[in-house]
């Protein structure tokens, strides 16, 4: 993997105004998977923006989440691009226990929900087209439900996959089954495979292995973000029937990961990592999306993604191609900076516990307080404005173009947003979950394989 430590170009470092802060720690590992929402780091790199905080960071692609959260936890990665699930779970102590924290969110929207061809050819007589014949967006769960019932009838389980249990993949797929009316399964302390009273069986397979896995027929679909949905299409094996986007607008995704400890032990050095972040994403949507070109010849490179450069465009340019020939505008469907998305907001992180908490991984009700105490010990706005500062102060970034006076909470998302059209309020999280029609409420609890409470 390249390195940064690089004699012609250290110079640059010592003109950093950060190098008068006394940076704990230069060196620094951090770790990514092959995904195109990784593209903050890449560029804060190939663009310099590391170096000019004066810090020498190398890359390392990780083989898997887990294998990237032992990394960040063990102390072989200082940091690393992560599920936002990630440490909540971690801090809350589902699966492995450590208090990680994101000082910063690294992108909106970026997934999609796959199936197979011949899944696609059953649903698409349940799916209404439009004035040019094409299906009609945004296609619901319930035009699989047939197919899941009828794959059922022929003692057939009906397996889709995602990439981790508490990754945003999982939840949007049972979120998008959930609003079609089927059972996605549930967890209990002692069942972790989520699949407790699924009509549908999710199960985990790593980001660059689910065309593959569709292909083998292993799974009829599957959830996961770029370039793994367009890939399905280039390679003719399967349809991308939504995007995350269409399913909840402007969704948080992934976050940058690091420990608490190191945080507290380096917080200069996480104040020149978040500035170098920041500013990447600004990059990658400045003009309109300008960059977005160069940035698909960064990550197509072998070290990064690897994917060819014109699958990575696919939804990295502002388009988004669906059934082979049905491609489509969607210039939000990747988005780095604007709408305020690197500011870690506590509500995104009360989500994500809402669905932990829907689906059996809380396996015990919770009070409001609960979820806003466990947001604000993993987000961290107040590391992200400090390097926003910073940056303003520096004549790097524009003051506008940040949320000074939040409260950490995104005003309640409407119903329109999102695909059931049932909002989201983060400061109210047990009404929100009571709202749901499908999914844990209350005070209710996993036993077994039966609902109680």
Known sequence: MKNLLLALTATTALSSPLLAQDLEKDELTFGFIKLTDMAPLAVAYEQGYFLDEGLFVTLEAQANWKVLLDGVIGGQLDGAHMLAGQPLAATIGYGTEAHIITPFSMDLNGNGITVSNAVWEEMKPNIPTNADGLPQHPISASALAPVVEKYRSEGKPFNMGMVFPVSTHN????????????????YSPENVTGQIGAEVLLSVTPPPQMPATLEAGTIYGYCVGEPWNQAAVFKGIGVPVITDYELWKNNPEKVFGITAEFAEENPNTTKAVVKALIRAAMWLDENDNANRMEAVQMLSQPEYVGADAEVIANSMTGTFEYEKGDKREVPDFNVFFRYNATYPFYSDAVWYLTQMRR???????????????????????????????????????????????SDGYKDATPAEDVIDGIPYDGKQPNAYLESLPIGLKGEQKVIGNEIQG
């Open 359 to 405: 689906w059996g991984q809380i396996p015990e009700a919770k009070p409001d307080a609960w979820y806003d105490e466990i947001a604000r010990s993993v987000y961290k706005p107040e590391i992200y404005l400090e390097a926003a500062r910073a940056l303003v102060d520096e004549g790097l970034a524009d003051e506008a173009d940040f949320p000074w006076d």
């Open 171 to 186: 939840y949007e797929l049972r979120y998008w089954l959930a609003a079609g009316g089927l059972e996605p399964g549930y």
